[in-house]
């Protein structure tokens, strides 16, 4: 708009095409400049995918390619501790998943409308707590706290090791979506005579269920992919599969690694398209006032 | 915070005292936080308080015994260990700032330039976030050895010629720390980017501002507690990192993170272990004190207004 009015002078029109063209090479290099970030960000990843057909040398990874195989996905297959840390894995992620969403919500709920205010702002303190101590950190305390206290290690430690930190990204996840409710609702819900228990059931929980459902997965891929506090938990019957891997790579990278990693970036991306298509079911079902999957993700 | 501001009401005034369901529910609502406080007390406070506790006491041959003692802050604070923490935070304020470097771009272009591809350029930025950490950082053991795929592209470009020594060394650690974190530095500041409104700008275009002056003074103003968090974001986890180190650094690139690691799964001299990991929390707690003084803290990102 400003641009027209400026090209009705004709002695400008000379230095606004000027500008105007300063700014297509603003706004290109900018472009290049992203494409060679998304490089950076992709080619390690592309990279596992890549060498998870190569050849390699007397059972290890190489740098080069030396020559196409699908053999490792049988090798991964057929690893026997490999599948029986991937299970663990499993069977460690998913209860820690569930745990972390049910308390990760009360937090997310209690932090905004508990009627007390000392509460809130212990909640909400916790939280940031959470977010801030290291993980070498909590995961030694851990191991201190367990053994002080005669604990024995096994899939209940790890597990309530794994679900502190995703109860603080569930809470703050169900914290944005609380906030952001419409309160209309539950007072018509009120007026029908739905109260207290019932219009958390009914009312606030489906409105949160799609914040819910994306800490679930935070939760689970968190756990999943956890390793420092597997490290210290982990005993010789219960291991997690980073664990294992990490074990593996002191004796240089076996390319059942990257196999397995293939498939694991599959799932990732299957997974990814799931989500993609939840919401994009619920956005629509709802008049599009959902959040999106991304700003989800960043947790607003 | 605007959170709290409009917290008392509507679920408390639902519960009218009376029937012994009315009441059921009201203790209910009150009793909600006390599951997430007592499993965090557990199995967090809990936790920290003991590591607390023994960076205090005495470490014997292969035990520990409790007490009152600073030798271990003494020894975590003097030479080869001094040297490593120091190494850390510089290594972590390098490692920000070189993802933010990459990341406010990146950022930029896909909260305000991007248009309709703006989600799937962010899924893309988002994909090695859901990645396992540890399998991205193995990577980069491939990527970066003697005689591999970023060597022959050095090469091609004539940018470095013969073998690639970076394997085992800080320049591995560097790079790996902010391909690691990149994306934990790009979502916040999206985020931050993608909330501006346009209207704004175009009013500063409208009253005569170039593109630059637009940015400089109005849109990075506006995105200012954005940047706030995504530094927080960074910093603080790479204070305490291990993997990164581990696979890619070699006997010369070690951090805090690993040598912590080491006092508990290798020298087993816990109470030093633990001296360390009470001062990686002093440090994030100092730094976090002086950024709440820069900013209103995580809040004005934390909760959209």
Not at chain 1, 222 to 234: G, N, P, T, W
Not at chain 2, 81 to 86: A, E, N, P, Q, S
Not at chain 2, 95 to 118: C, E, H, N, Q, S
Not at chain 2, 255 to 284: F, H, K
Request: aromatic share 10%; no cysteine.
């Amino acid at each position: 708009m400003s641009v027209l009015q400026l090209t009705t002078r004709p002695g400008l029109r000379a230095r606004t095409r000027r500008i105007t063209r300063r700014v297509d090479m603003i706004d290109t290099s900018l472009w290049a400049l992203t494409a060679v970030i998304f490089v950076f960000l992709l080619a390690p990843i592309v990279t596992v995918v890549i060498f998870a057909f190569n050849q390699g040398e007397l059972g290890k990874q190489t740098s080069v390619i030396t020559g196409f195989t699908t053999r490792w996905f049988a090798a991964a297959w057929d690893d026997p501790s490999l599948r029986s840390s991937l299970m663990v894995s499993l069977k460690v992620a998913a209860p820690t998943a569930v745990i972390a969403v049910i308390i990760g919500t009360a937090a997310g709920l209690a932090v905004v409308r508990h009627p007390w205010k000392p509460v809130r702002r212990t909640l909400e303190a916790l939280m940031y707590y959470l977010l801030v101590v290291p993980e070498i950190v909590l995961a030694i305390s851990l191991l201190i706290y367990f053994t002080r206290t005669n604990f024995t290690l096994g899939y209940m430690t790890l597990i309530a090791g794994h679900s502190t930190f995703p109860i603080a990204v569930v809470a703050l996840i169900v914290r944005s979506r609380v906030v952001a409710l419409d309160g209309a609702l539950e007072d018509a819900a009120a007026d029908l005579g739905a109260r207290g228990w019932r219009s958390l059931v009914d009312v606030v929980l489906p409105q949160l269920l799609p914040a819910m459902i994306t800490g679930l997965i935070m939760a689970f891929t968190f756990s999943f992919d956890d390793l420092l506090v597997s490290e210290m938990l982990a005993t010789p019957t219960v291991s997690t599969l980073p664990v294992y891997i990490f074990g593996e790579t002191h004796a240089g990278i076996t390319p059942n690694i990257y196999a397995m990693a293939t498939l694991m970036l599959a799932v990732t991306l299957i997974g990814f398209s799931l989500i993609g298509l939840f919401y994009r079911f619920f956005g629509r079902r709802t008049g599009g006032d959902q959040p999106s999957l991304t700003s989800t993700v960043a947790g607003h | 915070m605007s959170a709290v501001a409009a917290a008392p009401g509507r679920t408390s005034a639902s519960s009218r005292a009376g029937s012994p369901l009315a009441l059921l529910a009201w203790a209910f609502e009150r009793l909600t936080p006390l599951l997430p406080l007592v499993w965090l007390a557990l199995f967090f406070l809990g936790p920290l308080a003991f590591t607390i506790i023994y960076a205090f006491a005495n470490a014997t041959f292969g035990g520990v015994e409790l007490g009152f003692t600073l030798t271990n802050f003494q020894q975590a604070l003097s030479g080869f260990y001094l040297h490593i923490f120091l190494h850390t935070i510089v290594f972590a304020a390098m490692g920000t700032a070189g993802a933010f470097v990459i990341g406010m771009p990146l950022a930029y272009v896909l909260g305000r330039k991007a248009g309709r591809y703006k989600t799937v350029l962010a899924v893309a930025v988002l994909i090695p976030f859901w990645t396992s950490f540890l399998l991205r950082t193995l990577s980069w053991e491939t990527l970066l050895a003697a005689g591999g795929p970023i060597q022959a592209v050095l090469n091609f470009l004539h940018l470095h010629s013969g073998q690639l020594g970076w394997i085992d060394t800080n320049k591995a650690v560097a790079i790996g720390l902010i391909y690691g974190y990149l994306p934990l530095m790009v979502i916040p500041l999206f985020v931050a980017f993608d909330r501006v409104p346009a209207e704004i700008l175009e009013a500063s275009k409208d009253l005569g501002a170039s593109r630059l002056r637009t940015f400089l003074n109005v849109t990075l103003p506006m995105v200012r507690p954005g940047v706030f968090t995504a530094i927080l974001l960074t910093f603080v986890p790479m204070t305490g990192e291990f993997v990164v180190p581990a696979l890619l650094g070699g006997n010369k690139g070690v951090l805090m993170g690993g040598l912590i690691y080491s006092q508990y799964l290798g020298a087993a001299d816990y109470p030093l272990g633990s001296a360390m990991a009470v001062l990686v929390m002093l440090l994030i707690g100092m730094v976090l004190i002086a950024f709440s003084r820069l900013t209103k803290g995580f809040d004005e990102v934390g909760a959209p207004a």
